[in-house]
């Protein structure tokens, strides 16, 4: 079993910067890729990014391309979510995952067998 810890949420003000870090209490073997999910009240847990063990690659939902930045330390088994530019509709409970992904999907919760308890971030305009 693997235990995913997040932390750095927290208040900020809109156009400003948070960083969210994710530890896994040990390598996720036979997982290809960590992700953020991310769920306001009342709606659907959503994709923000993905990074890819092997490649490195990464994926990144329309809605914060160019202002979010995953990246991973493969010696501290972390990923981390840098968010620059916030803006309120930002405001979400954030859940590190991880799991293995079939093809590009990797906004699909099904294939995330690993998560985190969550960190909440609130966006005030």
């Known amino acids: 079993q693997v235990q995913l810890v997040e932390s750095g949420g927290g208040s900020v003000q809109a156009g400003g910067s948070l960083r969210l870090s994710c530890t896994a209490s040990?390598?996720?073997?036979?997982?290809?890729?960590m992700g953020w999910f991310r769920q306001a009240p009342g709606k659907e847990r959503e994709g923000v990014a993905v990074?890819?063990?092997?490649?490195?690659?990464?994926r990144y939902a329309d809605s914060v391309k160019g202002r979010f930045t995953i990246s991973r330390d493969n010696a501290e088994n972390a990923v981390y979510l840098q968010m620059n530019s916030v803006k309120p509709e930002d405001t979400a409970m954030y859940y590190c995952a991880a799991g293995f992904v079939a093809g590009d999907r990797w906004m699909e919760t099904r294939y995330y067998d690993y998560w985190g308890q969550g960190t909440q971030v609130t966006v005030s305009s």
């Open positions: 990074v890819y063990f092997g490649s490195g690659g990464t």
């Open positions: 040990r390598y996720p073997y036979g997982r290809n890729s």
